[in-house]
């Protein structure tokens, strides 16, 4: 039973550990802040306004000392979301263990690191997919051999569902990763063949579990079936329990709602039972998201909550005391056989055009994943799929918990940040500088080498070298990647039919164009900093297009400069910003002054994300046109909203044909 916890600073996310144990967690889930997971040093310019938001800031092996401090890791079970910089983190971890006397042979925990599916979902990659899958596979063969409690890959269908993933894509695309991963160790011949067995054993998984009960049980009975037929009939696996399906599970965050946020309690708990209900595929973690995680970043007392319902269940329900108690049911096979049969078709395509890595370097993938969460945000919109309090049942009493929205969420203080970097500085000081650049080029030298990169990071751990120098050493030698943004190739969610509210914006955009005398509308979708949640700006570009905006979308993390630059350069007609790591207070105005500062008065700016109602108002007074938030579900009439804001910048009336229009507001 875990939360996913960490903010602010080290000490401040130690403090917060330690509350939670006592609250009677039996493991840790590690939030790290943006840089950490981006290979990025909290004083980085992309790092600005970032450093602590939405998880903790580990810098250099002084950070990790100070994250679990009085925690012994030996008896600890620690999970890591961190991907793209795993190995280092993991380094870092044995480092300090190590420093406790520990036993590493003893140490048990996860590491997610499934840079693949960074490329679809979240947007934390920062190599090119071969250099990336090299770094799983060092990792794998070095904690078989050296950490063997240890799972060094978590495979993540969490982050696709979240990406738009049916649930049939959700089994097959990370049932290709698997597949990728596995073939990569055996072949690498890091593993002797006697030994696959054991590689098999550490691999986890990471699941997503919505709100569509009987489908979400049924999925993870397919899966468990699903893995157990690669693993005997592709690697040959004897030991039923080297080939037992181990997951985790986080419920559904996709589905958490702004509006009457106390219906995420319920959805919630219902997510819980999906997983946990079938004995026969029960996972073996569940960590649970907060009810307010949709308005900002959760208390302590939220997660408290969260907590709680897992101990309810588990310790005055007796819903754990029995077998499966869906064997035998017909509706139940009949379901699981469908998705099964479903997935195994998409993994034959996937398999076909050479495996996941050029399924994802083509764009195929991520093109089907903005098509599929396209084609679900239209079934809202059109009120075919019923979310209560959105789309349906939307009268409300007024909510206690939301009355103060300031006190709703918890604020990450503007002086955690000026407190890392002012460490990260004295860290640099203080530490041997020679032997830190010595680590570095021996790990530099490695990474040219086909030898396992996983010493050489331990070396670097133990010389002081910090996160940004040890990933940008990588860069140097593997480069960079930008994985594609899935918008071009994905197809139309909702047709303009005559009437509809598509078809009048469509002419609203059109009309706009031929009054300024432009072939069509342009807009800039922006992705600011370091978040790479991408799902919501894919959604807005793809209706943008369809609705015949000319959208110029370059993918995430960029920096303010970079996006007024091409704004400029492309003669945008507006310019639309999306975060959701809780920068926009930093990045926003910062936007907002560069271009003023290139003369340009008259293209407007508006924002989406998980905005408090307090910094959407302070950011409207510091210019901004427009604010969405998670509430604001209807994207045709966001797109509608946008052509209004370009006419106010231009000094015309609203649209007209548009009786919903509250450009004013």
Same mark, same amino acid.
């Given at each position: 039973?875990?939360?996913?916890?960490?903010?602010?600073?080290?000490?401040?996310?130690?403090?917060?550990?330690?509350?939670?144990?006592?609250?009677?967690?039996?493991?840790?889930? $590690?939030?790290?802040?943006?840089?950490?997971?981006?290979?990025?040093?909290?004083?980085?310019?992309?790092?600005?306004?970032?450093?602590?938001?939405?998880?903790?800031?580990?810098?250099?092996?002084?950070?990790?000392?100070?994250?679990?401090?009085?925690?012994?890791?030996?008896?600890?079970?620690?999970?890591?979301?961190?991907?793209?910089?795993?190995?280092? #983190?993991?380094?870092?971890?044995?480092?300090?263990?190590?420093?406790?006397?520990?036993?590493?042979?003893?140490?048990?925990?996860?590491?997610?690191?499934?840079?693949?599916?960074?490329?679809?979902?979240?947007?934390?990659?920062?190599?090119?997919?071969?250099?990336?899958?090299?770094?799983?596979?060092?990792?794998?063969?070095?904690?078989?051999?050296?950490?063997?409690?240890?799972?060094?890959?978590?495979?993540?269908?969490?982050?696709?569902?979240?990406?738009?993933?049916?649930?049939?894509?959700?089994?097959?695309?990370?049932?290709?990763?698997?597949?990728?991963?596995?073939?990569?160790?055996?072949?690498?011949?890091?593993?002797?063949?006697?030994?696959?067995?054991?590689?098999?054993?550490?691999?986890?998984?990471? $699941?997503?579990?919505?709100?569509?009960?009987?489908?979400?049980?049924?999925?993870?009975?397919?899966?468990?079936?699903?893995?157990?037929?690669?693993?005997?009939?592709?690697?040959?696996?004897?030991?039923?329990?080297?080939?037992?399906?181990?997951?985790?599970?986080?419920?559904?965050?996709?589905?958490?709602?702004?509006?009457?946020?106390?219906?995420?309690?319920?959805?919630?708990?219902?997510?819980?039972?999906?997983?946990?209900?079938?004995?026969?595929?029960?996972?073996?973690?569940?960590?649970?998201?907060?009810?307010?995680?949709?308005?900002?970043?959760?208390?302590?007392?939220?997660?408290?909550?969260?907590?709680?319902?897992?101990?309810?269940?588990?310790?005055?329900?007796?819903?754990?005391?029995?077998?499966?108690?869906?064997?035998?049911?017909?509706?139940?096979?009949?379901?699981?056989?469908?998705?099964?049969?479903?997935?195994?078709?998409?993994?034959?395509?996937?398999?076909?055009?050479?495996?996941?890595?050029?399924?994802?370097?083509?764009?195929? #993938?991520?093109?089907?994943?903005?098509?599929?969460?396209?084609?679900?945000?239209?079934?809202?919109?059109?009120?075919?799929?019923?979310?209560?309090?959105?789309?349906?049942?939307?009268?409300?009493?007024?909510?206690?918990?939301?009355?103060?929205?300031?006190?709703?969420?918890?604020?990450?203080?503007?002086?955690?940040?000026?407190?890392?970097?002012?460490?990260?500085?004295?860290?640099?000081?203080?530490?041997?500088?020679?032997?830190?650049?010595?680590?570095?080029?021996?790990?530099?030298?490695?990474?040219?080498?086909?030898?396992?990169?996983?010493?050489?990071?331990?070396?670097?751990?133990?010389?002081?070298?910090?996160?940004?120098?040890?990933?940008?050493?990588?860069?140097?030698?593997?480069?960079?990647?930008?994985?594609?943004?899935?918008?071009?190739?994905?197809?139309?969610?909702?047709?303009?039919?005559?009437?509809?509210?598509?078809?009048?914006?469509?002419?609203?955009?059109?009309?706009?164009?031929?009054?300024?005398?432009?072939?069509?509308?342009?807009?800039?979708?922006?992705?600011?900093?370091?978040?790479?949640?991408?799902?919501?700006?894919?959604?807005?570009?793809?209706?943008?297009?369809?609705?015949?905006?000319?959208?110029?979308?370059?993918?995430?993390?960029?920096?303010?400069?970079?996006?007024?630059?091409?704004?400029?350069?492309?003669?945008?007609?507006?310019?639309?910003?999306?975060?959701?790591?809780?920068?926009?207070?930093?990045?926003?105005?910062?936007?907002?002054?560069?271009?003023?500062?290139?003369?340009?008065?008259?293209?407007?700016?508006?924002?989406?994300?998980?905005?408090?109602?307090?910094?959407?108002?302070?950011?409207?007074?510091?210019?901004?046109?427009?604010?969405?938030?998670?509430?604001?579900?209807?994207?045709?009439?966001?797109?509608?909203?946008?052509?209004?804001?370009?006419? #106010?910048?231009?000094?015309?009336?609203?649209?007209?044909?548009?009786?919903?229009?509250?450009?004013?507001?």
């Amino acid at each position: 039973m875990r939360t996913y916890a960490g903010h602010s600073t080290a000490s401040d996310s130690n403090a917060l550990y330690r509350r939670n144990l006592a609250k009677g967690q039996t493991g840790l889930s $590690v939030a790290f802040d943006l840089p950490t997971q981006t290979g990025y040093d909290s004083d980085h310019v992309l790092a600005r306004g970032e450093v602590g938001r939405v998880g903790v800031p580990v810098g250099h092996v002084g950070d990790m000392r100070t994250l679990f401090d009085g925690i012994p890791l030996e008896q600890t079970n620690t999970s890591m979301t961190i991907n793209a910089t795993a190995m280092w #983190l993991l380094a870092l971890y044995q480092v300090v263990a190590e420093e406790q006397g520990a036993d590493i042979a003893k140490l048990t925990g996860t590491t997610q690191n499934d840079i693949v599916k960074e490329y679809l979902s979240r947007g934390t990659h920062v190599f090119p997919p071969g250099p990336s899958v090299r770094l799983i596979t060092d990792m794998i063969a070095y904690t078989v051999a050296n950490i063997p409690k240890w799972n060094p890959i978590n495979i993540c269908s969490y982050h696709l569902q979240e990406a738009g993933a049916t649930p049939v894509q959700e089994i097959a695309y990370s049932m290709c990763t698997a597949i990728a991963v596995l073939d990569a160790v055996r072949d690498s011949g890091q593993v002797p063949a006697e030994r696959m067995g054991e590689v098999v054993g550490r691999i986890s998984f990471f $699941v997503n579990a919505g709100v569509r009960f009987v489908e979400e049980m049924c999925k993870m009975r397919a899966f468990s079936r699903l893995w157990e037929k690669v693993t005997r009939e592709r690697y040959g696996i004897e030991d039923a329990k080297q080939r037992r399906f181990r997951y985790g599970v986080q419920v559904n965050s996709l589905g958490l709602t702004e509006a009457q946020p106390e219906n995420n309690v319920q959805r919630i708990v219902l997510e819980m039972l999906a997983v946990t209900l079938s004995k026969d595929a029960r996972a073996r973690a569940v960590q649970l998201p907060a009810w307010n995680e949709a308005l900002g970043l959760p208390r302590p007392w939220d997660q408290q909550w969260s907590l709680r319902i897992q101990q309810v269940l588990a310790y005055e329900s007796d819903l754990l005391e029995y077998g499966d108690i869906f064997n035998g049911s017909t509706v139940v096979e009949a379901k699981t056989d469908e998705l099964l049969a479903g997935a195994e078709a998409e993994i034959a395509k996937v398999l076909e055009m050479g495996g996941v890595i050029p399924a994802v370097e083509s764009g195929y #993938l991520k093109s089907n994943l903005v098509a599929s969460h396209a084609a679900r945000r239209a079934r809202i919109e059109a009120g075919e799929d019923k979310i209560v309090g959105v789309n349906c049942f939307d009268t409300t009493e007024e909510s206690p918990l939301t009355a103060d929205l300031d006190t709703a969420i918890m604020v990450v203080d503007p002086a955690s940040e000026r407190s890392v970097l002012a460490g990260l500085e004295q860290w640099r000081a203080g530490r041997d500088e020679a032997a830190a650049q010595t680590a570095l080029e021996h790990l530099k030298a490695t990474a040219a080498t086909t030898d396992n990169l996983m010493q050489a990071t331990l070396a670097c751990a133990r010389a002081g070298v910090t996160t940004g120098e040890w990933a940008f050493a990588l860069r140097e030698v593997f480069g960079e990647y930008r994985a594609p943004t899935g918008v071009g190739g994905a197809a139309v969610a909702v047709a303009a039919e005559p009437g509809g509210e598509l078809a009048a914006v469509r002419e609203a955009v059109a009309a706009k164009a031929a009054e300024l005398g432009t072939g069509k509308l342009r807009l800039l979708v922006g992705k600011p900093g370091l978040d790479g949640h991408s799902n919501g700006a894919e959604q807005i570009a793809v209706r943008a297009r369809d609705a015949g905006f000319e959208v110029v979308y370059q993918g995430i993390r960029l920096t303010p400069e970079q996006i007024v630059s091409a704004a400029v350069a492309e003669d945008v007609h507006c310019v639309g910003l999306s975060i959701l790591s809780g920068a926009h207070p930093e990045l926003v105005p910062d936007v907002l002054q560069r271009l003023r500062r290139t003369g340009v008065e008259d293209v407007p700016v508006i924002v989406g994300g998980i905005i408090p109602a307090a910094d959407a108002e302070a950011l409207k007074a510091a210019g901004v046109a427009a604010v969405f938030t998670p509430k604001d579900f209807g994207i045709t009439t966001i797109i509608g909203r946008i052509v209004d804001e370009i006419r #106010l910048a231009n000094r015309l009336q609203p649209w007209a044909a548009a009786p919903h229009s509250t450009a004013t507001s």
